[in-house]
């Protein structure tokens, strides 16, 4: 995989995603095809893998990680399995299909992310508001921290018989809503290197093609060529 960014672009590895992928022997779309039976050898890229509820319902399999700075998913994957070209387990294990919305963004990449859609003026406003933790004199729960409430949001409770009124909220900025929703990001699981032989082999099998009138080999099958009608 390739990753647009401020920081150099990593090219791939014998063990990205791409190499995983079984392949179609697809008919041939160039101009200058000898004729319509030719075909040409592409990876499936619409063949997605459903992997074992097992592995993911395993809560000691994985390792909680905050993403730094502009890391990305290549550096991500070289830290723990010291294979950049495992970026793809890093996304897959996370439920990640679209990088560039679902990946934190580096700081360079924020930047120009506010800038294009804030003026300055805008970032500094009040995006919205949230409860702060709020407990009685007795350490009941009232109200947790982080609900979304209006500006003038108050609550009354009774508090040993004495009838309290608290408006415990914080106000949050544009800049720190959109700081806030991009580290978000960040919190991800990592599969355990222990585990890696199992989530690579299992990954493999769902790759490989089941027989059918298309079926070639495991990993190549061939499409029907629409240019060739049957009489």
């Avoid at 041939?28 to 890229?45: A, C, E, G, M, T």
């Avoid at 994957?77 to 963004?105: C, Q």
């Avoid at 729960?141 to 009354?156: C, E, N």
């Amino acid at each position: 995989m390739s990753y647009s960014s401020s920081t150099k672009q990593y090219k791939g590895s014998p063990n990205s995603y791409f190499k995983q992928l079984p392949d179609l022997d697809y008919p041939s779309l160039r101009n200058d095809r000898n004729s319509v039976y030719d075909y040409h050898i592409v990876k499936n890229i619409f063949k997605r893998a459903v992997l074992r509820d097992d592995i993911f319902d395993e809560v000691t399999a994985f390792t909680k990680y905050s993403v730094v700075g502009d890391e990305r998913p290549d550096q991500v994957a070289n830290r723990f399995y010291k294979d950049s070209g495992l970026d793809w387990v890093i996304l897959t294990t996370n439920n990640i299909v679209h990088v560039r919305d679902e990946w934190p963004m580096g700081n360079q990449d924020f930047l120009t992310y506010l800038n294009g859609k804030y003026t300055s003026q805008e970032l500094s406003n009040i995006h919205h508001y949230e409860t702060d933790l709020l407990r009685d004199s007795g350490g009941r729960l009232i109200h947790p921290k982080g609900i979304r409430v209006p500006s003038d949001y108050s609550i009354s409770f009774l508090d040993n018989g004495v009838l309290r009124t608290e408006s415990k909220i914080t106000s949050f900025t544009f800049l720190e809503h959109e700081t806030n929703l991009n580290d978000a990001k960040r919190n991800i699981n990592i599969l355990k290197a222990s585990y890696l032989d199992l989530f690579l082999d299992d990954f493999a099998e769902i790759m490989e093609y089941k027989p059918s009138k298309q079926f070639v080999s495991k990993k190549l099958k061939k499409t029907e060529n629409p240019r060739i009608i049957s009489p």
